[in-house]
């Protein structure tokens, strides 16, 4: 098992609220990593800590060996990180392809004076780019609606939408932010098929949720947060028994 | 029926025709003094295409984009003019107007791309403010813009050492220089729309729209936005000084009365009721408005004689007056400009 | 055309019993006595910016044309009733309440046609607008009144006193009064009254406000209304301490007030007070002192840069302002 994700002590805080708390995790390479918690518990938070959209305050990330840069998104997507949103951010006037195909930005070239010349080796690219963004919606399983603005796709094709571009980058680590959210029981099935199928083909799945059953059915690991520290650890089977997570979200003892 | 590629092909053909014949039919028609507005038209376009790149395409308001204009003349009568006594040819300050230009928006940008929209707009504002303060006062203790008088008799623009003003001899008509420029202007403006046209349908241009649609998004899927505006910017301000140097070449005087917010906002004008983002609709709106207020110049007056006897309305008032309703009329009722992109629309109507 | 409010803060020799001397002291609480005039004039403007801000996240363009547009209602109706005989005061306070009250109106106008059916939409839009209405303004103001620079008909008693060696005018210290007295009397409007709270409760939140029972629209519409009273007094106190007005006064003193709210912190009414202080001081001294500094390269006509130079810094690298709260974003 290689470890692709060691988070050590990770700290976050705004203004009197201390978000997170020494929050230490480790994610290995082609697993099912949950992270789970009450609301509030600074699940997004750290999703955002990681990702670099905020900068930590205490604590170190190294991802894949190298320590992670920090606060600058762009660069943690180039490192190989890649995330959906808690409230589907997709560029809803461009469609679908279009959505994908900025997914690849961080994997391409092309800069003014390739776009200006368009010599051979940017339409190639271009051409590549393009291939790659229909070969992702087809497989996340929305190729028919690739020239619909994403505004205009429903619900579920927006979620997978998302993950398509997130799949755009060639992560190494996919991080994906309540994906089920609003989901019915058929969507949350065809969902879970998905994520199983991205770990088959070698991804390694980071996911914030909040349906415990998709968690415990479809988590290699779980980790808990609340209050913004990490209260366990473990196998899904392990986590549901722990008194401490009972505690977290039921606020005491059953009975 | 022709199918799409032939008509496209006639269109443009037509368009290209319509390019060459303009001044001529204006000339004809409305007398030499149109064909000049019909230059000052073409330099307006071509702001208006710079423009567009940083707030249609970017989405990122700049209130002060009229500086980089003012840099662009303003470089050009100092290396060709008798203020330094130095005449460097087109070709070479052109292209170094451009990277001055480009210069001052980088600088401009660099600590100022990451403030909010409106934020950004008046930062952006304060700085044309501060070139043209600077542009008024810098003629003490040494002189170098000659303040508010401005530098004149700065030498017109000149192809191989020939004067374009003079016009030319072909098959025994002459040309006159005034539809030179206009040529030349149209070239130089046809090249800033065939760049700015290849921007839009590349990786560039679709980390443009990203951004503007959700910067946040934007920086997940690994876009450096920084540099990304930045180039915008730059672009942008590079544009904007090519047209500068040719505007104090076909003018042979600068001074920085013509540089001031009005002028800033005319172009945003022209980009956002043309149709922000929409190349066609930018043009469009950059000739409507280098071309209507000329017209209400030559209209107003005896129109106001006419009616009420004497001049109510100072056309130069009534053209701002206009402006500013038109500002307001289209921002309530096509916030997406007057010949929108079609996915454009849709995009500032939804938002309601 | 020249500009309002460009050098006229050079510093002024303060004549003392024969002779003119020059005493760095004497310059400085000069500078610093018409920096507090100037700033307090500032403040007024910045307040009506700051709530706007806090109540619609608009910055309101129109805002110095408002002032504008008080300044030379005033004036109109000053001209006439000078003669009449009337005490000065009285005149004054006469064209004051006009002032306001077309203030008043203008301001509810501006909100109502042009920015509430904006309010959904993205920020370029009501800014845009919001340019637009400067320029109606502006231009109608122009046909109006004129291009000339009206004469302020000299009301109040021109005396001067003379304190630790500077120039002080009846007239500046009537103009801090007042300006103190009103912002006084905002802050109380704002914190202890029932409108105050609804208004508070708008700017934070006002989806929620509007559950509670808050009528957002009206709250909107009256916080226009009272921004646009202050730029009425504070375009009275302009063209009074100038002794002109003009058509175009309000760009750029509407540009400065709004930095100086942004360097308070701008939906923070005591930053947009402070603010407005600040630069009022900021500018005086810079204008005074800038031929000293830079060797003579550059003189006070610099001195509107102040201003640009300051809102750059400010939103660089404090944006929040000195007294708003850190932005924090959340994805």
């Not at chain 1, 890649?82 to 690849?104: C, D, K, P, S, Y």
């Not at chain 2, 043209?132 to 401005?150: E, S, W």
């Not at chain 3, 504008?68 to 309440?97: F, H, N, Q, R, T």
């Not at chain 3, 005018?169 to 801090?176: F, K, N, S």
Request: hydrophobic share 55%; with cysteine; proline share 4%.
């Amino acid at each position: 098992m290689t470890v692709l994700l060691e988070a050590r002590g990770v700290g976050k805080r705004f203004g009197g609220v201390q978000a997170l708390k020494d929050v230490s995790l480790t994610i290995n390479a082609g697993e099912i990593y949950g992270l789970i918690g009450p609301n509030g518990a600074g699940k997004t938070t750290f999703f955002n800590v990681l990702t670099g959209l905020y900068a930590r305050d205490a604590g170190e990330i190294h991802f894949a060996g190298s320590p992670l840069p920090l606060g600058e998104p762009h660069r943690v997507a180039a490192a190989g990180i890649a995330r959906t949103f808690q409230n589907i951010r997709l560029f809803a006037n461009m469609t679908a392809r279009e959505n994908v195909m900025v997914g690849r930005h961080a994997r391409t070239r092309a800069g003014v004076i390739g776009a200006v010349l368009r010599d051979g080796r940017t339409r190639g690219e271009e051409a590549a780019i393009r291939r790659r963004a229909d070969e992702l919606l087809h497989y996340v399983g929305i190729a028919d609606r690739a020239d619909d603005l994403a505004r205009h796709l429903s619900y579920g094709d927006q979620r997978r939408l998302e993950i398509a571009r997130a799949l755009a980058s060639e992560p190494k680590l996919l991080a994906l932010d309540e994906p089920a959210a609003g989901m019915n029981a058929t969507e949350t099935a065809a969902l879970r098929v998905l994520i199983e199928g991205l770990r088959a083909d070698g991804a390694t799945v980071l996911l914030i949720e909040h349906d415990v059953k998709l968690v415990m059915g479809l988590c290699d690991r779980v980790a808990v947060l609340d209050y913004g520290e990490k209260i366990a650890e473990d196998v899904p089977a392990a986590v549901q028994k722990n008194a401490a997570v009972v505690e977290a979200y039921l606020g005491g003892s059953l009975g | 029926m022709m199918d799409a590629r032939r008509k496209a092909n006639l269109g443009a053909l037509l368009i290209a025709a319509a390019l060459v014949l303009a001044p001529v039919v204006v000339g004809m028609s409305f007398g030499n003094a149109w064909v000049r507005i019909l230059d000052f038209a073409v330099l307006y376009v071509m702001l208006a295409l710079g423009l567009n790149i940083v707030v249609g395409f970017a989405g990122l308001l700049d209130l002060g984009y009229i500086a980089f204009y003012a840099v662009g003349a303003y470089l050009y009568a100092l290396l060709a003019s008798p203020h330094f006594g130095l005449h460097w040819p087109i070709w070479a300050i052109l292209p170094l107007g451009a990277l001055v230009a480009g210069l001052f928006g980088v600088l401009l940008g660099a600590p100022t791309l990451r403030l909010r929209g409106d934020y950004l707009a008046i930062v952006t504002l304060g700085f044309g403010e501060i070139i043209r303060i600077f542009l008024n006062n810098l003629n003490a203790p040494i002189n170098i813009t000659n303040g508010p008088k401005g530098i004149a008799r700065i030498d017109s623009l000149a192809i191989a050492g020939k004067p374009l003003a003079k016009g030319i001899e072909v098959f025994g008509f002459t040309i006159p220089g005034l539809y030179l420029y206009y040529y030349l202007f149209v070239a130089l403006a046809l090249g800033i729309v065939f760049v700015t046209i290849r921007l839009q349908d590349s990786r560039i241009g679709r980390a443009w729209v990203a951004i503007r649609e959700d910067e946040v998004a934007a920086k997940a899927c690994g876009i450096d936005t920084r540099n990304v505006k930045l180039l915008a910017f730059a672009m942008g301000a590079s544009f904007g000084g090519v047209a500068g140097g040719l505007f104090a070449g076909f003018q042979e005087f600068v001074s920085p009365e013509s540089f001031g917010l009005m002028e800033s906002i005319m172009v945003l004008c022209m980009v956002v009721i043309g149709g922000m983002g929409h190349i066609p609709g930018v043009i469009f709106g950059g000739v409507l408005l280098a071309v209507l207020p000329e017209v209400f110049r030559h209209t107003a007056a005896p129109m106001q004689q006419w009616a009420f006897g004497k001049v109510v309305l100072d056309p130069e008032s009534l053209r701002m007056l206009l402006f500013g309703i038109a500002l307001i009329a289209v921002m309530l009722y096509r916030p997406a400009g007057l010949w929108p992109d079609p996915r454009h629309r849709r995009e500032l109507a939804a938002r309601r | 055309m020249p500009f309002f409010f460009s050098s006229s803060l050079a510093p002024q020799a303060a004549p003392s019993g024969g002779g003119v001397y020059h005493r760095a002291v004497d310059i400085l609480l000069q500078q610093i006595f018409n920096g507090l005039t100037l700033g307090s004039i500032y403040a007024l403007v910045a307040l009506g910016y700051t709530m706007v801000y806090g109540i619609m996240g608009l910055i309101n363009f129109a805002h110095g044309e408002v002032v504008m547009v008080g300044a030379l209602s005033a004036v109109a109706v000053m001209k006439p009733l000078a003669d009449s005989g009337l005490p000065g005061p009285v005149i004054l306070l006469i064209a004051l309440l006009v002032a306001v009250v077309v203030c008043m109106c203008l301001g509810f106008s501006i909100e109502r046609i042009a920015y509430r059916p904006l309010r959904g939409a993205p920020r370029l839009a009501p800014l845009i607008t919001a340019i637009g209405v400067s320029i109606v303004l502006q231009q109608l103001a122009m046909l109006a009144w004129g291009r000339n620079y009206h004469a302020v008909p000299t009301l109040l008693p021109a005396g001067s006193h003379e304190v630790f060696g500077a120039q002080v005018t009846e007239l500046q210290v009537i103009i801090l009064v007042v300006a103190a007295v009103t912002m006084a009397g905002l802050m109380l409007l704002v914190n202890r009254t029932r409108l105050g709270r609804a208004m508070r409760a708008t700017a934070e939140n006002p989806a929620i406000a509007g559950l509670m029972g808050v009528d957002v629209n009206r709250i909107i519409a009256t916080t226009f209304v009272i921004g646009s009273a202050l730029a009425a007094l504070a375009g009275v106190l302009v063209s009074a301490n100038y002794g002109i007005a003009h058509y175009h006064m309000g760009f750029m003193l509407g540009l400065k007030a709004f930095t100086a709210a942004v360097l308070g912190g701008i939906g923070n009414l005591p930053g947009a007070m402070l603010g407005g202080v600040l630069l009022g001081l900021i500018e005086a001294l810079g204008a005074g002192y800038i031929g000293d500094l830079t060797g003579g390269f550059l003189g006070s006509h610099y001195q509107d840069v102040f201003a640009f130079f300051v809102l750059i810094v400010v939103l660089v690298f404090r944006p929040s302002g000195l007294m708003g709260e850190k932005v924090s974003e959340r994805a």
